[in-house]
C-alpha cells in the first residue's frame, strides 16, 4: 500500500487545490484533517472526494488526543499543514478562533506528529516532512520598494498575521528543539476557484453581478502579489518532495498589482462576460469606503531562491488565471453567496 500524506485544511481553497494534485500527481493515500468551519466545504474536493485513495476525516487541529488518534490511524509519511482562520478581517472583529486554530492548533498537531515521527524506523524518519503553510504577512507591510527575503524579519500587524507568525515560530522550534523535519512556506495573495466569498475578487464579482457598490478599501492603492492556486499547490508539493528542513521558502507568483488596478480587471472581464443591463461598466459601481484598520500598504516577495531550491516556478498566466477564476464564479453563482453550505 503506497505512503500517505496528511492534509490539515484540504477542503478550503488552496488546501483542496492541493488535494487534488497530490491525487493526481502521486499515487500516495491523501488523508484530508478538517473541522469543516464556514470556510471548509467538501465540495471543493471535487471528484477527490470519491477518490480510493483519499480519506476526509473531521476533526479540529485543536483537539490533540484527535491529532494523536488520527496518526496512529494512518501513519502518515509526511504532513502538509493548511488549516486555519484565513480571513484578516475576521480576525480584526474577533482574534480568539485565531489564536485556538493557527497556534494552539498548530502547536497540538507538532506534538501529535512528533510521537509519530519518534514512533518511526530509521529510515521513514530520513523521509518525513512537516510542511507549514504560513503567510507573507507575517513580515509586515513594505513601501514602494523591496521585496520579502526568506530571513526578513518578522513584523506582523495584524491578529491574523500575528497568530501566523507565532505559529510560524513554533514550528520553527519543533525542528531545532526536538528535530522534527519541519520546513516552511510563505505565500502570497493567492487567487482561483473555489475561494469563500469573503475575500477580494469573489466580493467583487458579487456585488458587482448583484449591482451593489464594489468596496474598495480606502484610496485602492496597497499592493498585493498574486499567485494562481494551482501554482501555489504545486509549490507545496515541491516544498514537501524537495525541500530541506529547518529553511523557509518565499512562494510567490511575482504579479503585483493595486487593489484598484485588480478590481477594474474584474469588473472589464464581466464587462465582456456578462454586460450591464443598464449601459456603462461594474467599475461605475466601485465604491471606495473607509479604510481597514492596520491595512499593510504593500507586499512583494522574492520568490528566487524558491524557485531555484525548489525547481518550481509559477505557470499560469496572471490575465487567463483571472479569466478562469471569473468564468468559474459565473458558472457557480451559488458558490458566491457566503452562507455556509451543507456538505
Ligand atoms: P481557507 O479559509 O479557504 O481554508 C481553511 C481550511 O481550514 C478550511 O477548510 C477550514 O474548515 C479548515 N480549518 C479551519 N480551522 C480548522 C481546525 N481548527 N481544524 C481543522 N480544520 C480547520 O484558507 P486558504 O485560503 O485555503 O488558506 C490555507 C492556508 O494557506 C492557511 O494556513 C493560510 O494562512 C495560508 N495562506 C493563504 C493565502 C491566501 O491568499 N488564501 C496566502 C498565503 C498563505
Not at 443591463?277 to 465604491?287: E, V
Request: glycine share 8%.
Amino acid at each position: 500500500m503506497s505512503d500517505a500524506l496528511l492534509v490539515t485544511g484540504g477542503c478550503g481553497f488552496i488546501g483542496s487545490a492541493l488535494v487534488r494534485h497530490l491525487l493526481d500527481a502521486t499515487d500516495h493515500r491523501i488523508v484530508t484533517v478538517d473541522v469543516l468551519t464556514y470556510a471548509g466545504d467538501p465540495r471543493n474536493l471535487g471528484p477527490a472526494r470519491s477518490h480510493p485513495r483519499h480519506t476526509l476525516v473531521e476533526a479540529d487541529i485543536a483537539d490533540t488526543e484527535a491529532m494523536h488518534a488520527v496518526f496512529e490511524a494512518h501513519q502518515p509519511a509526511g504532513v502538509l499543514h493548511l488549516a486555519a482562520e484565513s480571513h484578516v478581517d475576521r480576525s480584526i472583529d474577533g482574534p480568539a478562533p485565531f489564536v485556538t486554530t493557527n497556534v494552539q492548533g498548530t502547536v497540538s498537531l507538532l506534538e501529535a506528529a512528533l510521537a509519530h515521527y519518534e514512533s518511526l524506523d530509521t529510515e521513514a524518519q530520513a523521509r518525513f516532512r512537516f510542511v507549514h503553510i504560513s503567510t507573507d504577512e507575517v513580515f509586515g507591510q513594505l513601501g514602494d520598494a523591496g521585496r520579502f527575503q526568506p530571513d526578513s524579519p518578522y513584523a506582523p500587524r495584524s491578529p491574523y498575521a500575528a497568530s501566523k507568525a507565532a505559529s510560524d515560530h513554533f514550528v520553527r522550534a519543533w525542528h531545532h528543539t526536538y528535530g522534527l523535519p519541519t520546513l516552511i512556506t510563505n505565500g502570497s495573495n493567492t487567487y482561483g476557484p473555489r475561494q469563500y466569498p469573503e475575500k477580494l475578487i469573489p466580493v467583487v464579482l458579487r456585488n458587482a453581478l448583484n449591482g451593489d457598490p464594489i468596496p474598495v478599501y480606502g484610496d485602492g492603492s496597497n499592493v498585493r502579489d498574486w499567485i494562481y492556486v494551482d501554482d501555489h499547490a504545486r509549490a507545496l508539493h515541491r516544498a514537501y518532495t524537495h525541500g530541506t528542513p529547518g529553511e523557509t521558502y518565499l512562494v510567490g507568483g511575482g504579479r503585483e498589482l493595486r487593489n484598484i488596478e485588480l478590481v477594474h480587471m474584474l469588473c472589464g472581464l464581466l464587462d465582456a462576460e456578462r454586460p450591464r443591463s443598464s449601459d456603462g461598466s461594474y467599475a461605475d459601481l466601485i465604491t471606495f469606503v473607509d479604510d481597514r484598520a492596520g491595512h499593510d500598504y504593500r507586499y512583494a516577495l522574492d520568490a528566487s531562491a524558491t524557485r531555484d531550491a525548489l525547481d518550481w516556478q509559477p505557470t499560469t498566466n496572471f490575465h487567463t488565471g483571472l479569466q478562469e477564476t471569473v468564468q468559474w464564479y459565473l458558472d457557480h453563482p451559488e458558490r458566491l453567496e457566503p452562507e455556509p453550505h451543507p456538505a
